[in-house]
């Protein structure tokens, strides 16, 4: 299994992404000297560095942005192999968009229209013959790696829960290890799989069942943790892992049900260097500038849109909790009556909620009800990316409800974060603890990086239309 941003993420996809990567330049490359087939100082002064390296990259780039927006290397996507063909067609199609908005912005990155033709055909052609061929050898040459777990409460069953539903990261769960000979009692099987032995015999079940990583999911460990034996294994190269450590990897978000405070003490992340948060800032300002100059178009015709479709102003504006619990005024494009709060006060948004307009269903949809929200960032109100400000009113419940829940306020709140992008809108206590368990493993793993590859997953939700309520 291969960690990025502290989750982890299927080998397989990994493989896809640098493979396709340099088929789609060699599709460019070859699309070239095709085009100067008979032309052979035409081509050498065509490809000539830098100008065809920043052409190339930036083909590469956003071909490969329609892939990730088409969930191209999402394997529990797209398991079929006409889904994915299917999907390639759809991407390229969302590639070959994105490239006339870049070319229209950045004319100099122009590459000839028969160059670009011949080039996306051979994409075509190039990565649905490598799908196919890797399928076939990733079957022979990348065998499952076997996991075995330590214990057999309801910590243990949950960890074999996610690890089975995560059937993308070719492993397989050999089953499971008692902590002392006679808890098991008469059973051989526990959730559908086999029960090894017991944590005497750790060594010889390794060995046996060839288990290449442990986790240890002992609810109470006091007294109880075969050391001397994990120490041993661990040198050997036996990857030995804490439940909520790979709980938390596996699903993104940290389980509030299971973890203890120590846990949040003594585990990795939770680091945030003055160039993080520099970065970061820069990362807000360069995002809501050109976020607020692009849709400034759009919003117009959205005011249009809100006016026609009901009564009423065209911007809301509602008090938020930000960073270190101080409230300010966020803007959005109204999607709701006027009168939406006047019987019952301040209630969460719920599905076919009534309250919202026919034009405030489309924006809620599409997330385009946010985008005035670039004023809070610039203003330093909000973050582009973290935890969403919630109204004063709910984080007085919340906080009494929910443990840990003002943690989430000591980075400012963002336009969209993590939670946004894995879960949909809350509409109950359990929706708000869900999304907070999203917002602690952002909090423990913030980087400049991890905000890059949100906000890249935010714009697939826009274009697609997915996530919304």
């Known amino acids: 299994m291969i960690r990025v941003f502290s989750q982890y993420i299927a080998p397989k996809s990994v493989v896809r992404v640098v493979l396709e990567t340099g088929l789609i330049a060699l599709a460019l490359l070859c699309g070239a000297r095709l085009r100067f087939w008979d032309n052979a100082p035409g081509f050498e002064s065509y490809v000539a560095f830098p100008d065809f390296a920043a052409q190339a990259a930036a083909f590469v780039g956003t071909l490969q942005v329609g892939f990730y927006c088409s969930d191209l290397y999402n394997l529990r996507a797209l398991p079929h192999r006409r889904e994915q063909l299917i999907s390639i067609g759809h991407s390229l199609g969302i590639g070959c968009l994105l490239l006339g908005l870049m070319y229209f912005i950045f004319p100099s990155l122009l590459i000839s229209r028969g160059v670009c033709f011949i080039s996306v055909a051979l994409v075509a052609v190039f990565v649905t013959v490598s799908r196919t061929l890797l399928d076939r050898l990733w079957q022979v040459a990348a065998p499952k790696a076997n996991i075995a777990i330590l214990g057999m409460d309801h910590l243990a069953l949950d960890v074999a829960r996610e690890v089975a539903r995560r059937d993308d990261l070719n492993v397989a769960l050999a089953g499971f290890i008692a902590l002392r000979e006679g808890d098991t009692g008469a059973a051989t099987t526990l959730s559908g799989r086999p029960i090894l032995g017991a944590s005497t015999e750790i060594q010889e079940i390794v060995a046996q069942h060839g288990i290449s990583r442990i986790v240890v999911a002992l609810e109470d460990r006091r007294n109880a943790l075969p050391v001397r034996d994990l120490v041993r294994l661990r040198v050997q190269g036996v990857v030995v892992e804490d439940a909520h450590s790979l709980l938390s990897s596996l699903t993104g978000r940290v389980w509030l049900s299971t973890v203890k405070p120590s846990w949040f003490v ?40 809100i006016r026609l479709d009901s009564k009423g102003p065209v911007f809301y504006r509602q008090t938020r909790v930000g960073l270190r619990g101080e409230c300010f005024e966020v803007l959005k494009l109204r999607s709701m009556r006027t009168d939406a709060e006047k019987d019952n006060g301040a209630q969460w948004a719920a599905d076919q909620d009534p309250r919202i307009t026919r034009i405030g269903r489309f924006l809620r949809k599409y997330r385009l009800d946010e985008m005035p929200q670039f004023i809070n960032i610039i203003r330093g109100d909000m973050s582009f990316v973290g935890p969403r400000p919630e109204r004063p009113v709910f984080v007085e419940q919340l906080r009494e409800q929910i443990s840990y829940y003002d943690e989430r306020h000591t980075v400012r709140p963002g336009l969209t974060g993590w939670a946004q992008v894995q879960f949909h809108y809350g509409s109950t206590v359990q929706d708000a603890m869900r999304k907070l368990e999203y917002d602690l493993f952002y909090l423990k793993n913030m980087s400049v990086l991890f905000d890059s590859a949100i906000i890249l997953k935010t714009v697939r939700i826009v274009l697609t239309g997915t996530g919304g309520k």
């Open 266 to 305: 003594f585990s990795g992340g939770f680091h945030r260097s003055r160039l993080t948060l520099a970065l970061k800032r820069f990362l807000d300002l360069t995002c809501a500038t050109l976020g607020l100059l692009l849709s400034a178009p759009l919003m117009a015709l959205l005011a249009i849109a």
